[in-house]
């Protein structure tokens, strides 16, 4: 491919990967507001993940076509993938921004590679670069300002516990990426992962396990009333569905140490989004924490990709598959900002 060719497709990668992160930086705000409402968290995410399992169903199954051997050869890791990094994650997610603001909560969540790290070094003696140590011990001070920790315990610890649970069902997914479910293709691992989480939400549910309560009020962002059943389509088909398909898109792109740091334009997202729809902005300290939460963040991951390891083995959730079927999930970056344009 010529230069030209190369810059053209790490342009196309970028757009993608903002408008992924973008995506995937509203479902917090959105998910607030039918909170408001009356809305439980488990319906929240049930309807969500249930909505992007249909988006995403066909592109996956393409993307396992041939491969079913290897499905079936890791059905247990991808069951697991979709109760805990899916399910339990998104679930736990959504229950903090009902009792916190969404900004803290995603960047708790957010902490989840640190996280992963420090559990690796007192579980398995593998002791972590000093890079990467200098980074975890960044976050450990930014985590201090974002919880206002030195002006005493503002924030509902209820919606911190929640905060926690999300950071570690995702920090699951680095682990289970070690044990062999980055082999999968990821379009398909995302298809597989949402079908199960929404059938473990819909059992719990209908078992009256998980509590699903839905409301009909019109729900207000940016001192607007809307439609109840808008924010629902928006979280299913744009923080879902069109969400995973750009972000394994942009990936598929970048092919650089650039995909490593994408995600975390969804923490910037998710703060502005917040700000916009619900007014809610952190304080100056909290601002400062949070920046430095993402510059540890970036400090951890590059000490990782110095040594072979679960964070450097484990692949994003949105990361490229190894089969072509990505590209039919790979729609133009004009044709993605149309459809997230509409429900």
Same mark, same amino acid.
């Given at each position: 491919?010529?230069?030209?060719?190369?810059?053209?497709?790490?342009?196309?990668?970028?757009?993608?990967?903002?408008?992924?992160?973008?995506?995937?930086?509203? %479902?917090?705000?959105?998910?607030?507001?039918?909170?408001?409402?009356?809305?439980?968290?488990?319906?929240?995410?049930?309807?969500?993940?249930?909505?992007?399992?249909?988006?995403?169903?066909?592109?996956?199954?393409?993307?396992?076509?041939?491969?079913?051997?290897?499905?079936?050869?890791?059905?247990?890791?991808?069951?697991?993938?979709?109760?805990?990094?899916?399910?339990?994650?998104?679930?736990?997610?959504?229950?903090?921004?009902?009792?916190?603001?969404?900004?803290?909560?995603?960047?708790?969540?957010?902490?989840?590679?640190?996280?992963?790290?420090?559990?690796?070094?007192?579980?398995?003696?593998?002791?972590?670069?000093?890079?990467?140590?200098?980074?975890?011990?960044?976050?450990?001070?930014?985590?201090?300002?974002?919880?206002?920790?030195?002006?005493?315990?503002?924030?509902?610890?209820?919606?911190?516990?929640?905060?926690?649970?999300?950071?570690?069902?995702?920090?699951?997914?680095?682990?289970?990426?070690?044990?062999?479910?980055?082999?999968?293709?990821?379009?398909?691992?995302?298809?597989?992962?949402?079908?199960?989480?929404?059938?473990?939400?819909?059992? /719990?549910?209908?078992?009256?396990?998980?509590?699903?309560?839905?409301?009909?009020?019109?729900?207000?962002?940016?001192?607007?009333?809307?439609?109840?059943?808008?924010?629902?389509?928006?979280?299913?088909?744009?923080?879902?569905?069109?969400?995973?398909?750009?972000?394994?898109?942009? !990936?598929?792109?970048?092919?650089?140490?650039?995909?490593?740091?994408?995600?975390?334009?969804?923490?910037?997202?998710?703060?502005?989004?917040?700000?916009?729809?619900?007014?809610?902005?952190?304080?100056?300290?909290?601002?400062?924490?949070?920046? /430095?939460?993402?510059?540890? !963040?970036?400090?951890?991951?590059?000490?990782?990709?110095?040594?072979?390891?679960?964070?450097?083995?484990?692949?994003?959730?949105?990361?490229?598959?190894?089969?072509?079927?990505?590209?039919?999930?790979?729609? %133009?970056?004009?044709?993605?900002?149309?459809? %997230?344009? %509409?429900?």
């Amino acid at each position: 491919m010529s230069a030209h060719g190369h810059d053209r497709q790490a342009r196309a990668g970028l757009a993608l990967a903002v408008l992924s992160a973008a995506s995937f930086g509203l %479902s917090g705000a959105l998910a607030r507001g039918l909170f408001d409402t009356g809305w439980t968290a488990g319906a929240v995410v049930l309807v969500r993940v249930g909505l992007g399992t249909l988006v995403v169903a066909p592109f996956a199954f393409a993307d396992l076509r041939g491969r079913w051997r290897e499905l079936r050869a890791h059905a247990g890791l991808v069951l697991l993938y979709g109760v805990v990094p899916v399910a339990l994650a998104q679930f736990a997610y959504f229950s903090a921004v009902a009792h916190m603001a969404v900004g803290p909560a995603l960047l708790i969540e957010y902490t989840a590679p640190a996280t992963v790290v420090a559990w690796l070094w007192l579980r398995r003696g593998e002791r972590p670069t000093t890079v990467t140590l200098g980074g975890a011990l960044v976050c450990a001070a930014g985590l201090v300002l974002v919880l206002d920790l030195l002006a005493g315990p503002s924030l509902d610890p209820i919606g911190v516990g929640w905060a926690l649970i999300a950071m570690i069902g995702a920090a699951t997914y680095y682990v289970l990426g070690a044990e062999g479910i980055a082999a999968l293709p990821a379009v398909g691992l995302a298809g597989c992962g949402l079908g199960v989480a929404t059938g473990s939400l819909g059992l /719990l549910g209908a078992v009256g396990a998980l509590p699903l309560r839905a409301a009909t009020a019109a729900p207000r962002y940016a001192g607007v009333r809307v439609p109840w059943w808008l924010p629902l389509l928006a979280l299913g088909l744009v923080t879902c569905g069109i969400a995973y398909c750009a972000g394994i898109a942009a !990936i598929r792109r970048l092919r650089s140490r650039v995909a490593s740091f994408v995600g975390l334009l969804e923490v910037v997202a998710g703060v502005a989004w917040a700000w916009l729809l619900l007014a809610q902005m952190p304080r100056p300290l909290q601002l400062l924490g949070g920046l /430095l939460l993402l510059a540890g !963040i970036v400090i951890v991951r590059l000490g990782e990709r110095d040594r072979p390891g679960v964070i450097a083995a484990a692949h994003d959730p949105r990361a490229p598959a190894e089969s072509d079927s990505y590209a039919a999930c790979a729609p %133009s970056p004009e044709r993605l900002v149309r459809r %997230s344009a %509409s429900p």
